[in-house]
């Protein structure tokens, strides 16, 4: 049975001008496919065996090449977006076709140059196409890295509920938790991030923080910040739920009352019952 997206081992049945016909198994049944002329090697006859990748033509043919793709069905991988048209856009894999990914399946608008991340399916058409979606549960558990260690990785997907997905190296499964604030990260950027977890499952664990007693001036001056946008009075103090400090401030609540502690040794703010006030 001939694969579409997949690497094969055929036999050459039959020689013309214009390439080679190969199947995997001869017989009543036997299914052909092309291996156009510019593909064939010189040395290559009739009862020869040649592994080749299917895909389809540019009229949606099964054909056969020799040449490597960067991805097969259901693998993954970095792409450079070649070209976008109404329809979606076109991505470079080595082959001379591009591979088409379909506005349905981008998690954000992409543009010619840019890098993607993406997975390879057959779409309803059974055709070969491209994909941002779906990459979780693809990306691979076993990284190298230990906790403390300094990844660089691919922000690929947000959840409200768990955070921001991450693929280290553009392999690895990784989450910055939803704690953390997301509100500059895009789909597509590279971050550099801190391991803070190896699950047993061999999931990362990441944060953008420092150490804590690295960040906490850091994450004061934006308290402080965020205090004078409120007019020197912020409404509400350090035993607010978890979500209106995220909200409004954009920190945990546990790297808030850090900050706030910090402050407030300082003297530069007081804390009353409803509200943070700074310290004239």
């Known amino acids: 049975?001939?694969?579409?997206?997949?690497?094969?081992?055929?036999?050459?049945?039959k020689r013309v001008e214009f390439g080679a016909y190969l199947a995997e198994d001869r017989g009543p049944d036997e299914q052909r496919v092309l291996l156009p002329s510019k593909q064939v090697p010189d040395y290559l006859k009739i009862g020869d065996r040649i592994e080749v990748f299917l895909y389809k033509d540019s009229k949606d043919r099964l054909i056969a090449t020799t040449r490597e793709p960067k991805l097969l069905l259901d693998q993954f991988g970095v792409l450079t977006v070649s070209q976008t048209t109404k329809i979606g856009a076109f991505l470079e894999w080595g082959l001379e076709k591009d591979l088409f990914l379909p506005y349905k399946e981008q998690t954000c608008p992409v543009k010619a140059g840019d890098e993607v991340l993406v997975r390879l399916y057959v779409d309803k058409s059974e055709r070969l196409a491209?994909?941002?979606?779906?990459?979780?549960?693809?990306?691979?558990?076993?990284?190298?890295?230990?906790?403390?260690?300094?990844?660089?990785?691919?922000?690929?997907?947000?959840?409200r509920n768990f955070g921001a997905f991450v693929a280290v190296d553009d392999k690895y499964s990784a989450l910055i938790p939803s704690h953390e604030d997301h509100s500059r990260l895009k789909i597509g950027q590279i971050i550099e991030a801190r391991v803070t977890e190896v699950k047993e499952d061999g999931k990362l664990t990441l944060t953008m923080r420092q150490k804590a007693y690295l960040q906490i001036e850091e994450d004061a001056n934006h308290v402080l910040s965020v205090i004078e946008e409120f007019a020197g009075v912020l409404p509400f103090?350090?035993?607010?739920?978890?979500?209106?400090?995220?909200?409004?401030?954009?920190?945990?609540?546990?790297?808030?009352?850090?900050?706030?502690?910090?402050?407030?040794k300082e003297r530069l703010i007081e804390i009353t019952d409803k509200s943070i006030r700074l310290v004239k």
Do not use: W
């Not at 049975?1 to 049945?13: I, N, P, W």
């Not at 979606?133 to 691919?154: A, M, W």
């Open 237 to 264: 103090n350090d035993k607010a739920p978890a979500e209106v400090i995220m909200r409004d401030v954009g920190l945990s609540k546990n790297a808030f009352k850090r900050a706030v502690g910090h402050l407030y």
């Open 1 to 13: 049975m001939l694969r579409l997206g997949e690497k094969q081992t055929l036999e050459v049945v």
């Open 130 to 159: 491209a994909s941002m979606r779906g990459l979780y549960h693809l990306l691979c558990q076993n990284s190298p890295y230990r906790v403390e260690d300094t990844v660089k990785g691919r922000v690929y997907e947000f959840s």
